[in-house]
Nanobody
Framework: QVQLVESGGGLVQPGGSLRLSCAAS????????MDWYRQAPGKERELVAR???????NYADSVKGRFTISRDNAKNTVYLQMNGLKSEDTAVYYC???????????WGKGTLVTVSS
């Protein structure tokens, strides 16, 4: 059974940093595409960052240059380093993994990030 567990959210001032973690079990982050999505109040869930099995990454335009997605294969964990946080980054952040064949999609329960002074 696949489980994705996020952690690291919290309250941070504008301009601050946070690092989110997504610990995976039942699937390997080293070979599967892993994403971070976010959903702000009253808005649709949006893709923030992706890391593929080959290690290539891509980002939403709104976070390019500020956020970095990475993974630790030994810990089977994906990270999202968020720097230069803005109030508009306030959202629940979700970890998503996709396995093949299928594909099959898996979601964590989310972690809340609040950027406010």
């Amino acid at each position: 059974q696949v489980q994705l567990v996020e952690s690291g959210g919290g309250l941070v001032q504008p301009g601050g940093s946070l690092r989110l973690s997504c610990a995976a079990s039942g699937m390997l982050v080293s070979i599967n595409a892993m994403d971070w999505y976010r959903q702000a109040p009253g808005k649709e869930r949006e893709l923030v960052a992706r890391i593929t099995g080959s290690g290539s990454t891509n980002y939403a335009d709104s976070v390019k240059g500020r956020f970095t997605i990475s993974r630790d294969n030994a810990k089977n964990t994906v990270y999202l380093q968020m720097n230069g946080l803005k109030s508009e980054d306030t959202a629940v952040y979700y970890c998503h993994g996709r396995t093949l064949p299928g594909p099959r999609d898996y979601w964590g329960k989310g972690t809340l990030v609040t950027v406010s002074s």
